[in-house]
């Protein structure tokens, strides 16, 4: 069947089954960079667009809004604080292995922010969207420029 031949039925259709090695390389980029040594400093930075007046977080190069770009004038400090916006509980691995305890996660809009950032709820309470809660951090010590220096948020 070439391929410039339509389709008539799904019994026509042909699969090549096998594996394809692939690799690559993540690279967070200049701004996501900068965004993760500052959670290494036990920080969190945001970048507000001088034109939308929107604040993102985690800091971006460019507006999503205006595409207006996002210079080194624009990183400001946000947080630890913030409201958590809402959650959910996880009881299912993105691998579909079950989840003992369960995880949570937030959306949480931290002060000085419009943007919110999704990240892992601890101390295994109660969560009510519209809580306060503050970012906890790694020890110093034990800090790698990761996103997981930012352990969690939990309540105030």
């Avoid at 993102?56 to 958590?84: K, M, N």
């Amino acid at each position: 069947m070439p391929l410039i031949e339509r389709i008539q039925h799904l019994d026509e259709v042909r699969t090549w089954r096998g594996t394809i090695q692939l690799e690559g390389v993540y690279t967070a980029g200049v701004a996501g960079e900068r965004w993760l040594r500052g959670l290494q400093e036990g920080k969190i930075y945001g970048t507000r667009c001088p034109r939308c007046q929107y604040t993102y977080v985690p800091a971006r190069r460019f507006c999503e809004r205006c595409l207006g770009p996002l210079g080194e004038d624009t990183w400001i400090e946000v947080g630890p604080q913030g409201t958590l916006v809402a959650w959910t509980r996880l009881h299912v691995a993105p691998d579909g292995t079950r989840l003992v305890p369960p995880r949570t996660l937030g959306l949480i809009r931290l002060d000085g922010a419009d943007a919110v950032l999704v990240h892992e709820l601890i101390d295994g309470r109660e969560w009510t969207s519209g809580m306060r809660v503050e970012a906890v951090f790694r020890p110093p010590a034990e800090r790698s420029g990761s996103i997981r220096d930012l352990l969690g948020f939990r309540p105030l």
